[in-house]
């Protein structure tokens, strides 16, 4: 069986990609994680006694890792989900964004690619580094513009999404300078079990599950494409299994959705799930200060994917909320968790100076 390394994997996809990895047989996992904030180490806790899989608490930063980590287990795949990703944090304090997202990545591509010149020459052409990154990096769409595909030029506009694009390029450089078999996939908005609930569809999950308000910010009306996190991991095996090397691919949900009504469709499979006797969850929406140079509209056109490698996603929204709804509601654990002290922080930094514009 192969052996791939992952970075970053007790976050939300990639804590998905391994679990499932795992269940298929896919691969054995060497998991390389710094457990920041935004990190459960429960998350993967049913996989403590699987001798496939193998969890290293460290940073990419850290060279003298990488080359141990990559001298010991011999892996034939890197994957690199390690990022800080939340674009509320990048703008309130950049610098760690640069710090893992571009420097880290720089890492370990240096790593990798010392690595993979050492391996043999049939080693050497079926290694692959799988560079995960988002539709972010494209910047922002207007209503009527056609969706991002492959070559759309790179416009970022949050400190998040630059640090992404910074690292894509670093990707890229690798590939057309030294020849390291890499790939890059740029996705939508993830959504699923095991989010950290800073991200829109947890967080409002959670505050309507407590009677706290929904924060909306701005008017609403800004659009995102919403793809399940198991969809984008069988995603991301296709491309590892069968793509040629130096290519991307954008990956999507074909959802898009206002943010108005992601939260009033949350609300709704609330009312039917946990009902409350003298309100609807709607009641708690609430406009607040919209988010600086806040993106309007981002979709995927993934035409690509699905005909070179025949991949579409399978899961609709309602059946993904629903599943996703669930999740959080049969996991109060996990959910008490992440929820400690340092999150209660970031929710008071974050919200506390959004005034209320107007409520539902
Ligand atoms: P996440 O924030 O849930 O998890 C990130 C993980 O990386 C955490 O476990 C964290 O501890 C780890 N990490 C952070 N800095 C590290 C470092 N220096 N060294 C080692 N580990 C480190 O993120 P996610 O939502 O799972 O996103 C994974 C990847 O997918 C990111 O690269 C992100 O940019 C990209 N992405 C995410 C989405 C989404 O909707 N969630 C969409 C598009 C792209
Ligand atoms: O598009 C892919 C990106 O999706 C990923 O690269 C990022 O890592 C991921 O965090 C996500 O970024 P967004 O900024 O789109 O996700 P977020 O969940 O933070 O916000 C989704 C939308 O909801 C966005 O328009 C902002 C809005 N929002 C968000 C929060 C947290 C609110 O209206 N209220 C909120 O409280």
């Known amino acids: 069986m192969q052996k791939f390394l992952v970075t970053g994997g007790v976050g939300f996809i990639g804590s998905n990609f391994i679990l499932k990895a795992r269940k298929e047989q896919w691969a054995n996992i060497i998991n390389l994680d710094k457990l920041t904030y935004a990190s459960n180490p429960q998350t993967l806790a049913q996989l403590q006694d699987d001798p496939g899989y193998h969890f290293v608490c460290g940073d990419i930063n850290n060279i003298e890792i990488l ?3 990559l001298e010991q287990y011999q892996p034939d795949v890197i994957i690199n989900f390690a990022a800080e990703s939340h674009v509320d944090r990048s703008i309130l304090s950049p610098q760690e964004f640069i710090q893992t997202n571009v420097l880290g990545t720089f890492q370990l591509l240096e790593a990798s690619k010392i690595y993979w010149e050492k391996l043999s020459p049939q080693q050497r052409s079926q290694f692959r580094f799988l560079h995960i990154s988002t539709d972010e990096v494209y910047g922002s769409l207007n209503p009527a513009d056609p969706a ?3 070559d759309t030029p790179y416009a970022p506009n949050s400190p998040y999404a630059a640090s992404k694009a910074g690292s894509d390029h670093l990707v890229r450089a690798y590939y057309h300078t030294y020849g390291l078999p890499t790939l890059i996939t740029n996705c939508s908005n993830n959504y699923g079990p095991r989010q950290f609930p800073e991200k829109l569809i947890p967080l409002i999950i959670l505050n ?5 308000p929904l924060p909306i910010y701005g008017d609403g009306q800004n659009i995102r494409d ?4 198991v969809d984008h991991c069988e995603a991301l095996y296709l491309v590892l299994q069968h ?6 691919y954008n990956i ?3 959802n898009e959705q206002t943010n108005l009504t992601v939260v009033e469709r949350i609300c709704a499979i609330l009312d039917e799930l946990v009902p409350k006797s003298n309100f609807r969850h709607s009641s708690l929406m609430t406009f607040v200060k919209d988010r600086p140079g806040h993106d309007r509209r981002y979709a995927i056109d993934c035409s690509k994917i699905s005909r070179k490698l025949n991949w579409q996603p399978k899961e609709d929204f309602d059946s993904g909320l629903l599943k996703t709804i669930r999740w ?3 996991h109060p654990t996990w959910v008490k968790q992440v929820q400690s ?4 922080s970031w929710v008071k930094q974050n919200y506390a100076d959004r005034i209320t514009v107007r409520s539902h």
């Open 67 to 69: 080359h141990s980590l």
């Open 148 to 150: 991002f595909q492959e």
């Open 208 to 212: 309507a599950l407590h009677d706290k």
């Open 226 to 229: 919403w793809l399940y996190v």
């Open 243 to 248: 793509s040629l090397i130096g290519e991307i």
């Open 252 to 254: 999507g949900g074909n």
């Open 328 to 330: 959080y509601l049969s």
């Open 341 to 344: 002290g340092a999150y209660q």
